[in-house]
């Protein structure tokens, strides 16, 4: 294993210390937003969890190599590159043979935080179920993750992008616990509201720690998916940007984007219809979520 996996000083002292980490992964990064503002958010989330006490490890693939932690240059390396690839669970034993430079997916990243012995997982939002998937098969390989890997995910919802109905019921199917922070809704990325219940609510971090250990205590594989909503301040019409979305789909469908390309080319898309307001969104709930994640991880330090 030791083989594969590089972990960053700061991350390795954590671990050894039994402290509370946080992983981040790539992909919103090398794909998710563009240059400059990526790196600035990638530094920028690190600093709000250390800020709370609990330590930062940002997750990519390097010249074949799994990096928990990134230098400074390493972010600006993955923020502004070309070859890039996106790995998710299928991609990642190529990429290591081959030696490649990859982002890391929400799948991919939980895996490599299991690996790392990270508990606790903080992105923008989680890759779900497509809108028409009846015909394209296009499910996240997200959720399956989900379904069987040991992390806690914090996220601002699945991507409004998504078919959300379709998303929550796979969910359900896998045995994945949604977790509403502070709301009865599940929220959607941009937008707090989605007409969509959550099945259960918390009310603070602690509950959510407690959640995590009753899960793994019985031995219950998976993860577990907290659904944290944007600030009130920077959350979209949900109706709005709705048919905002839906234009994006169409210029996808005619410019026959499938597949992995798909989720970068619809938040890119969507930026630009938007003039930048879905990406002000995507950067805030973000740190939303980075705040939230380092009191989970506290909390659960606490109890483990
Ligand atoms: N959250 C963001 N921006 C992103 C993503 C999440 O704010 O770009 C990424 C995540 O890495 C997620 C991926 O795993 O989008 C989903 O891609 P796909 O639909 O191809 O599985
Ligand atoms: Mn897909």
């Known amino acids: 294993m030791t083989s594969y996996l590089e972990i960053k000083e700061e991350v390795y002292q954590a671990l050894k210390e039994n402290r509370a980490i946080v992983a981040l992964e790539s992909t919103i990064i090398s794909h998710g937003m563009p240059y400059p503002q990526n790196v600035e958010v990638a ?62 997916t929400v799948a991919a990243t939980m895996i490599i935080a299991e690996l790392a012995g990270i508990k606790v997982f903080v992105t923008g939002g989680i890759g779900g179920v497509h809108r028409n998937a009846q015909e394209t098969f296009d499910i996240s390989a997200d959720l399956q993750e989900l379904a069987k890997t040991n992390v806690a ?74 659904a944290n909503p944007i600030p009130k301040e920077y959350s979209l019409d949900f109706e709005k940007i709705n048919k905002t979305i839906e234009n994006a789909i169409e210029e996808a469908k005619s410019q026959k984007i499938k597949g992995k390309e798909l989720t970068p080319f619809l938040l890119s898309k969507i930026n630009e219809l938007t003039k930048g307001e879905s990406l002000k969104a995507n950067i805030e709930l973000v740190y939303n979520n980075a705040k939230l994640g380092a009191e989970i991880a506290k909390e659960f330090n606490i109890l483990s």
């Open 43 to 104: 530094k920028n989330v690190e600093d709000i969890i250390r800020e709370r006490g609990a330590v930062p490890a940002t997750i990519a693939i390097i010249e074949g190599k799994i990096k928990v932690g990134l230098s400074k240059e390493e972010i600006e390396f993955m923020a502004n590159s070309k070859n890039i690839l996106k790995a998710s669970r299928m991609d990642l034993p190529v990429i290591l043979a081959k030696g490649f430079n990859a982002a890391t």
């Open 153 to 226: 995910v914090i996220s601002a919802g699945p991507k409004a992008i998504l078919d959300l109905q379709l998303t929550k019921e796979y969910l359900e199917t896998f045995g994945v616990p949604v977790i509403g922070y502070q709301t009865d809704e599940l929220p959607c990325f941009f937008s707090r509201e989605s007409g969509i219940n959550v099945p259960y609510r918390v009310e603070n971090p602690k509950e959510i720690a407690l959640i995590m250990k009753a899960k793994w205590d019985l031995g219950l594989q998976g993860g577990i998916f907290i």
